[in-house]
């Protein structure tokens, strides 16, 4: 007899283990399928924390190097990066285990191994041994992630040809890394390779960085990594990778077909992720993709199949963590009987180089395509004291609101702490803030976010410090 629950997760992701504990917490008998062998999915592993680990150690080592020109004397700095992976590979291993300490507290049942339909409510689990049991479940919540996208004819071999995933573990600095693609995942890994001693190239088909970003953030963005030592060809596509005795040599086109060949010692393809559902025999079951492969879900993360939902990278929106999350306490919170909700207008993104970007809500460029009549506030850091006072005044805050109402419908910021900064502002805006709400809203001085107060009082034209 194969064991029964009341829900499945397949996938231990940020969706799929929130998802499973918060089930578990409605009283559901839930359990979580993971293929990896350690829980957290793509974020925790070799993703989100591993990557801020490198990008934190990695900003602290180029610090130090420049602290003399600080009255900071010290002795030579040197990078030892075994070290520094090790420390990366300990914060990983620290988490993945309280995740599971949570499954035990939440009495979530663990399988490890390969999740697949043999009917709509029964699941084939494969071990690492290829060991099979069924089990099934009166709900089951898909949950499975995404992986890196390859260029065609180009194959990972996480040593000189890179996914994201042996960005994250060389083990020497490339004297030469080429990046294609100019998204957050490529430009984080950029940072830190740069800040390690990388000459960092980054080849880029469309005329600006990180596509979908504010326009006018974008470009302030990319003229910061300039300043840093980071070389950008843009309106540029690759032609030919080809893998050379442990190096690479990639040919480039400009606009204007002008080909160039750069040789380099790696290269990390950063072009996009993909959803996983393959292998999970969805087709027989009757669940239905869209053309990017993605679940086709209704707005209860109902799949075409009843009683079986998806959540996450598998479906329609962007790829964060956090969104995963978002969907996984509304998914299980629906299938309680409650009302579980997203609001997809205020999902917040950051970027962690140094310094930090990140945003919420529309861009200018979209107010503008939407026809909303709209007016913007602006307040830049260098006005700012705090940031003066310790050296990080590059940036910005932006806040846009609608004309008639005040209200505020975007926010974009560059700034050191503008990934904890733009919390404030997801907050307001789920209130359904004012930007005169915000203005008169009393900040700490000196801080970061008082450019948030100064940028909501500029919408207004009553800006204080600029």
């Not at 957290?40 to 070799?46: D, I, R, S, Y």
């Not at 890394?177 to 950029?190: D, F, R, S, T």
């Not at 087709?283 to 707005?299: A, F, P, W, Y």
């Not at 506030?377 to 846009?400: Q, T, W």
Request: aromatic share 6%.
């Amino acid at each position: 007899m194969s064991e029964k629950f009341q829900a499945v997760v397949i996938g231990g992701g940020p969706g799929g283990y929130v998802c499973a504990i918060r089930l578990a917490q409605l009283g559901l008998k839930t359990a979580c399928i993971e293929s990896r062998g350690t829980l957290g999915g793509t974020c925790l592993n070799v993703g989100c924390i591993p990557s801020k680990s490198l990008l934190n150690l990695s900003e602290n080592f180029h610090k130090a190097k420049n602290f003399s020109n600080l009255g900071i004397e010290i002795g030579e700095v040197k990078l030892n990066l075994q070290k520094m992976m090790k420390n990366k590979e300990k914060a990983v291993t620290i988490l993945t285990k309280g995740v599971e300490f949570l499954f035990k507290k939440n009495k979530v049942t663990y399988f490890k191994g390969i999740g697949s339909f043999k009917s709509s409510d029964e699941i084939l689990i494969t071990d690492q041994n290829k060991e099979e049991k069924t089990i099934t479940s009166e709900k089951i919540i898909i949950s499975t992630g995404s992986q890196p996208v390859e260029l065609p004819g180009v194959k990972f071999d996480e040593k000189v040809i890179l996914s994201s995933t042996g960005a994250l573990s060389l083990n020497s600095v490339p004297k030469k890394l080429i990046i294609v693609g100019a998204g957050y995942i490529g430009l984080e890994m950029g940072s830190v390779w740069s800040r390690l001693g990388s000459e960092v190239h980054v080849v880029e088909f469309l005329d600006h960085i990180t596509p979908g970003m504010d326009k006018e953030t974008s470009n302030e963005f990319m003229k910061i990594l300039k300043k840093q030592g980071i070389n950008f060809h843009m309106e540029t596509k690759v032609d030919s990778i080809k893998n050379i005795k442990n190096a690479a040599e990639v040919q480039i086109l400009d606009k204007n077909k002008k080909k160039t060949s750069l040789d380099c010692d790696a290269v990390l393809i950063s072009v996009g992720r993909k959803p996983n559902t393959e292998n999970l025999n969805l087709k027989s079951i009757g669940i239905l993709l869209d053309e990017k492969k993605r679940i086709k879900v209704n707005k209860n993360f109902e799949t075409s199949v009843k009683n079986i939902y998806a959540i996450g990278d598998v479906i329609q929106g962007p790829m964060l963590a956090h969104k995963a999350e978002e969907e996984g306490i509304a998914v299980a919170e629906l299938i309680s009987g409650q009302s579980g909700h997203v609001n997809y207008d205020v999902i917040p993104g950051v970027i962690y180089t140094s310094p930090e970007v990140a945003f919420i809500g529309k861009t200018e460029e979209q107010v503008k395509s939407e026809g909303i009549k709209y007016k913007v506030g602006k307040f830049p850091f260098i006005a700012n004291s705090r940031a003066k006072a310790i050296n990080e005044s590059e940036g910005f805050v932006k806040i846009i609101a609608e004309e008639n109402s005040d209200k505020v419908i975007g926010v974009h910021m560059i700034g050191s702490h503008a990934g904890e900064m733009i919390a404030e502002m997801a907050i307001a805006m789920e209130f359904g803030a004012s930007s005169e709400d915000i203005a008169r809203t009393c900040h700490a001085h000196p801080t970061f976010s008082e450019a948030i107060k100064e940028a909501a009082l500029s919408v207004d034209k009553r800006a204080i410090h600029s």
